[in-house]
């Protein structure tokens, strides 16, 4: 049986999980509302406070959904009540990010600037030379930072670019004159 699936989901203060027809579970915290979708396979049961998972049998398709839906409920759970956050770092001469309103402007060294604007539920912020991506959805978060990443990712050299902070760059030895 699969550990993750299994475990039951805690319900925090201040949360609603309602689930309709087809498997669709809404969430609602204070931070805001969240709802999906899951596999019609799954069985989602609200008991004291807690969301458990069931699935109907043992083969290998329904086992995978098991532990992915409860991982899926439980970010929602997660992400209506703390939020998440990723933090990208900027390093470079003259490399830098500006926030006007809900665009966020990348310089570089590009001939152009690079002017991004904020998908629906994440926010970017500028702090020095980091841009933090925060909101509740975690798939979203994720795939805004990975987009911001992209636009320069860190090079082995220098380590020139935008990396997460807690990405490590392996540096390369550049080439060396000859003798």
Request: hydrophobic residues 30%.
């Amino acid at each position: 049986m699969s550990r993750i699936g299994r475990m039951p989901i805690a319900i925090p203060d201040g949360v609603n999980v309602s689930v309709a027809e087809n498997n669709t579970v809404t969430v609602k915290g204070p931070k805001g509302e969240l709802t999906r979708e899951f596999p019609k396979e799954m069985t989602i049961d609200q008991k004291d406070g807690n969301i458990e998972i069931t699935r109907p049998n043992d083969e290998k398709k329904e086992r995978a959904l098991h532990g992915l839906t409860r991982a899926l409920l439980h970010n929602m759970v997660v992400g209506v009540t703390d939020g998440f956050t990723k933090t990208l770092e900027i390093n470079g001469v003259g490399y830098r990010a500006e926030k006007k309103g809900n665009v966020l402007t990348l310089h570089l060294g590009y001939s152009h600037n690079i002017e991004m604007t904020d998908p629906e539920g994440v926010e970017t912020k500028v702090d020095g030379n980091k841009i933090l991506v925060s909101g509740i959805d975690k798939e979203a978060v994720g795939q805004w930072a990975a987009d911001i990443r992209s636009k320069r990712g860190p090079e082995p050299y220098k380590g020139k670019g935008i990396k997460y902070d807690y990405e490590h760059i392996r540096r390369k030895v550049g080439k060396t004159g000859k003798k």
